[in-house]
C-alpha cells in the first residue's frame, strides 16, 4: 500500500480528496493547522494519521514513510490572500517550495500541488476576458492569490528532473457538498441564499464568466496526477474544468436544481463595478493527455449538496466557519483579544489567592 501525505487536508477539497484515497486502499497521512477545527475531520478521522502542524516548518519525520505528497494547503481565495499578502506568499509560495525541496532531498518523487485557474483573471470585463485561456496562455497574474500560486508553480517547474516529479492542477471554482463545507464560492453561496433569503444576487448582471469543477471530480484529478506515468505529467500544468458558465446561468442551474425541494428563488441583478472576476478556461488537456474528464454537473451537485447538509445538519448558515474571510477575521481578533484578557472561565488571581 503506498501512504499519501495530503497537506491541508483537514480543507474542503482535502476532506474529499482523502476519502477518496483511503476508498482506493491508499494510507493517509495530512498535515493541516486546522484552521477550521476537527468537526470536519469526521468522514475520514478514524482511517486517517491526522497531524497538526504548519506547512513552513515540516517536521522530517511528517515526511517520513511517505511515497507522494498532494499540497492543497494555504490561503485559498482572494479576500483571505489580501487580508495578509505576507504571510499568503510565505505560506502558498515558499512553503510549497520548500516541501517540495524536502520531498526531492527525500526522495519522495511526486507532488501535486493545488494551483487555480485565477491566474488567468485579468479582472476586466472586455471582450478579450471571452478568449478561452490554456496552459500555454500568456499571463501575468498580479493578485496576491493568483501570484502566490502562479510563483509557486514557477519554482516546482525549475525543481522538476529525472528523480523529482511535481504537478500542477489549476482547477476552476469548486462546487459541492464536503464534511467541511464552504459556502464561500459560487454555487454553494447560491444554495445558502437560496435557502436563507430566496434571493440570488447577480452581481453586475451575472456576465462574467466562471470556470467550474465538483468537487468530487477536483478529487479525481488530484488521484489521476498520484497515478499517470512520470512522464506524462513531469512538471505539467493542467487546467481541470468542467464547463465554463456566465454566472446568471449558474444561478438559472441552481434556480432549477432546487425546484424539487420546493425552494422558491428569484434572480436579482446589481450593477455595482467592484470585484469583477471574469475568465473563462479550457480543460481539454487533460483529457487528452491523461484521459480525465470531470463529469459532475451543477444540478446534480447541487441536489447532492442539499441532500447531505441537511442530513448531516449544514444548515447553520451563519456559522462563520462555512465562510474563510469571516473566519479568518475572527480568530484573529480573539488571538488577540485572547493575548490580553486570557479566557474568561480562568480567575488570573486564582494561583495567588490559594
Ligand atoms: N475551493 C476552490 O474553489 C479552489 C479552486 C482552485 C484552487 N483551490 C486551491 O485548492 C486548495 C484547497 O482549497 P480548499 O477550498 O479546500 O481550501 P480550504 O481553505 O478549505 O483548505 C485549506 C486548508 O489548508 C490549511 N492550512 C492553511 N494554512 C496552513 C498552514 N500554514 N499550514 C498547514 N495547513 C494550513 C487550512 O487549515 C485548511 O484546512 C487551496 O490551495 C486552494 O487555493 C481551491
Given at each position: ?29 495530512v ?60 505560506i ?69 528532473d ?29 444554495v445558502?441564499d ?48 468542467h ?108 494561583a495567588?489567592?490559594?
Amino acid at each position: 500500500m503506498s501512504r499519501v501525505l495530503v497537506v491541508g487536508g483537514a480543507g474542503y477539497i482535502g476532506v474529499v480528496l482523502c476519502e477518496q484515497l483511503l476508498e482506493q486502499g491508499y494510507d493517509v497521512r495530512v498535515l493541516d493547522r486546522l484552521y477550521f477545527g476537527r468537526s470536519g475531520l469526521w468522514s475520514i478521522q478514524d482511517r486517517a494519521e491526522i497531524v497538526v502542524g504548519d506547512m513552513r516548518s515540516v517536521a522530517p519525520e511528517v515526511l517520513e514513510g511517505v511515497d507522494a505528497v498532494i499540497n492543497l494547503g494555504g490561503l485559498s481565495s482572494d479576500p483571505t490572500a489580501e487580508y495578509n499578502p505576507e504571510a499568503t506568499y510565505k505560506i502558498n509560495t515558499e512553503a510549497t517550495r520548500d516541501m517540495a525541496i524536502a520531498c526531492k532531498a527525500k526522495g519522495i518523487r511526486r507532488y501535486v500541488f493545488a494551483s487555480s485557474c485565477s491566474v488567468y483573471d485579468k479582472g476586466v470585463l472586455e471582450d478579450d476576458a471571452n478568449l478561452l485561456q490554456t496552459e500555454e496562455s500568456d499571463i501575468t497574474p498580479t493578485a496576491t492569490y493568483a501570484k502566490s500560486k502562479y510563483d509557486a508553480e514557477r519554482y516546482l517547474i525549475d525543481l522538476a528532473d529525472d528523480d523529482f516529479c511535481p504537478v500542477m492542477l489549476r482547477k476552476g471554482t469548486v462546487y459541492g457538498f464536503s464534511p467541511r463545507q464552504r459556502f464561500d464560492l459560487v454555487v454553494n453561496t447560491f444554495v445558502k441564499d437560496a435557502f436563507s433569503s430566496g434571493e440570488l444576487n447577480l452581481h453586475l448582471g451575472g456576465e462574467m464568466w466562471r470556470p467550474l469543477l465538483e468537487i468530487r471530480d477536483a478529487a479525481r484529478a488530484y488521484i489521476a496526477c498520484l497515478e499517470a506515468p512520470e512522464d506524462k505529467v513531469r512538471a505539467e500544468i493542467f487546467n481541470v474544468v468542467h464547463q465554463n458558465f456566465r454566472i446568471s446561468e449558474v444561478a438559472l442551474r441552481v434556480r432549477e436544481a432546487l425546484r424539487p425541494f420546493n425552494v422558491d428563488v428569484d434572480l436579482r441583478p446589481t450593477y455595482g463595478m467592484s470585484g469583477i472576476r471574469n475568465y473563462r478556461v479550457s480543460g481539454e488537456k487533460i483529457t487528452r493527455v491523461l484521459g480525465f474528464e470531470p463529469s459532475i454537473g451543477i444540478e446534480d451537485s447541487v441536489t447532492d449538496l442539499v441532500t447531505r447538509m441537511r442530513r448531516h445538519q449544514y444548515t447553520d448558515f451563519s456559522n462563520p466557519r462555512y465562510y474563510n474571510i469571516r473566519w479568518m477575521t475572527l480568530l484573529e481578533e480573539a488571538t488577540d483579544l485572547i493575548k490580553v484578557a486570557g479566557s474568561m472561565f480562568d480567575d488570573p488571581n486564582a494561583a495567588n489567592a490559594s
